[in-house]
């Protein structure tokens, strides 16, 4: 039924004493209400107006019954006060909590008078519960038309036989547009160890949202609604608690975009009602293990079976996660940080290497080769300069003079060498053409158990072309019959050798003349000649 518009401006001075009454008490001086923002004003004084719906002068004896429609004979108001708000094309909450006597609320669209939606009581007293809240004050939802005008009528509740509570004092009356994290994909980001301040005012349920909270307990199902999210992000493997508080909060605890809560809690401490915890503070229960990535986190207010959502609890609420993370994922007594593969508990520091598989269980950077199986280990680990050879490692003899490192030291002992010297005995004849006479050779500190060989190169050398001699001790000097008869550019080859020792060869060429040009060579211990 249309409110009757042009009855109330007819009447606007039949109405109570001049002065007395509140500025918004008449339809006509309703005050603008913007979105977010409460208004606190008495109704002492306020009036009803001729044929102002929901009222004693209601046309039709219409009042408000619990459903939230108008209908005769249930509860009407008293002493009532008028705002107007616009739509913004969303839901829109209209509550008078924190008003202090039994209120009730009528919202009318302006534009033809037809009203939208009533209320009484928040939480209607149940005489079959009479444990349970009775909540007075009144609430409504709506969906709003964009750029649409709404008035809100407030009283207080009539009869006084229906009602709980006198029928003046202070109203206070917000209109609520949702808050931003209102929908779960506009769940707003939180970090853990950081309280996020929030409000779930005006906040709505949406379409298939969960709202019942089974925990198993005796209490059996909890029931929330006004629900707002939050998305927490973990960054590695540990245990979380999710918690919030303000009032009596509902808390749900979602992986990604699972459609069912990993778990949920009304009350933190079991039979306190309040503050929400999971998993639950009282009686404890193990925190929960978390794996990086996306958690959701879905809050809400409880409100009592049997009762419409709207009866869920609201107001500035906190948001916390607390994050543990496990240092030790393998359980191998090794804290996460020093331990390079937290994820198998046979690689850790102190662990024992297993050689030649690539792998490095003991973390200290390097896996352990023995490619050749020789027992001794590569660089860096081991000392092995040569793991591709098995008869090269730290354990092998060195053979001297053999320029090989065998024993991976840097090194490569030679052998030792004589400081011998050798020189000949010559003279130089001219006739009948020019020649030189070798009757001899010497030698200068000849060390024991060393073998001279003197060979002549030559076309006048004699048959025996080698003379070889054993010297049996060490001697300071000695000389050795050569009898070599040779021409200019022929040559005397002089070979003292001892094994395991570097010997000394010494050629020297004939010239007419002239001294003989000595050549110096060293050789090994089988006589070969070497670099000296």
């Known amino acids: 039924m249309a409110f ?36 606190t004003r008495s109704n002492v004084g306020a009036t009803i107006e001729a044929g102002e719906r929901l009222t004693a002068n209601d046309p039709d004896g219409f009042g408000c019954n619990k459903q939230g429609e108008a209908a005769a004979g249930d509860f009407q108001m008293d002493g009532t006060m008028w705002w107007e708000f616009t739509g913004n094309g969303g839901p829109i909450t209209v509550s008078t909590l924190a008003s202090n006597f039994d209120t009730v609320l009528g919202v009318y669209e302006i534009e033809g008078g037809a009203m939208v939606a009533c209320n009484d009581d928040l939480q209607p007293l149940d005489p079959t519960r009479p444990t349970l809240q009775f909540r007075v004050s009144s609430e409504v939802l709506l969906e709003s038309v964009a750029g649409r005008h709404y008035a809100v009528q407030v009283g207080g509740c009539i009869p006084a036989e229906k009602c709980w509570d006198k029928t003046s004092g202070n109203v206070t009356l917000r209109v609520s547009q949702t808050p931003v994290n209102d929908d779960r994909s506009a769940a707003e980001s939180i970090v853990a160890g950081v309280p996020v301040a929030m409000t779930n005012t005006g906040a709505t349920l949406e379409s298939g949202e969960m709202m019942t909270c089974d925990t198993g307990e005796v209490q059996g199902v909890h029931q929330y609604g006004k629900t707002v999210w939050f998305r927490y992000v973990a960054p590695r493997v540990g245990t979380a608690a999710f918690s919030a508080a303000g009032f009596d909060t509902v808390i ?97 520091p102190g662990a024992e290497e297993i050689w030649n598989n690539d792998i490095d269980e003991n973390c200290d950077g390097f896996p352990v080769y023995d490619r050749d199986h020789d027992g001794v280990s590569a660089p860096p680990l081991g000392t092995d300069c040569r793991d591709d050879d098995a008869g090269i490692n730290p354990r092998t003899g060195e053979v001297p003079g053999n320029r090989v490192d065998e024993n991976c030291d840097t090194q490569t002992p030679d052998y030792p060498r004589m400081l011998i010297r050798i020189g000949i ?18 030698l200068v500190e000849v060390p024991a158990g060393a073998q001279v060989e003197v060979r002549c190169l030559g076309a006048d050398c004699p048959k025996m072309l080698v003379k070889r001699f054993q010297v049996k001790e060490k001697r ?35 010239r007419a003349g002239k001294k003989p040009v000595p050549g110096t060579y060293c050789l090994d211990p089988v006589g070969h000649r070497r670099p000296c």
């Open 4 to 39: 009757a518009l042009g009855a109330i401006v007819a009447c606007l001075t039949a109405t109570g004493a001049a002065g007395a009454a509140p500025i918004n008490d008449d339809f006509a001086d309703r005050l603008p209400i913007q979105l977010g923002v409460a208004d």
């Open 476 to 510: 300071g000097s000695l000389e050795l019959p050569a009898g070599f008869r040779l021409a200019p550019g022929e040559r005397v080859d002089i070979r003292v050798t001892k094994p395991e020792t570097i010997g000394r060869e010494q050629v020297f060429k004939i």
């Open 252 to 348: 749900a605890v979602y992986r990604d975009s699972a459609s069912m809560p990993l778990g949920c809690n009304d009350d933190a401490v079991e039979g306190q009602f309040g503050a929400s915890r999971f998993p639950k503070l009282l009686p404890p229960e193990p925190l929960l293990e978390v794996t990086p990535g996306e958690y959701l986190i879905q809050v809400g207010g409880f409100f009592d079976d049997g009762f419409s959502p709207v009866a869920a609890r609201n107001g500035p609420l906190s948001v916390q996660v607390e994050f543990i993370p496990d240092l030790d994922l393998d359980d191998d007594g090794i804290n996460t940080e020093r331990d390079c593969n937290d994820q198998n508990a046979a690689i850790r």
């Open 425 to 442: 005995v010559e003279k130089q004849y001219k006739k009948p053409e020019p020649y030189s006479w070798i009757p001899a050779v010497s």
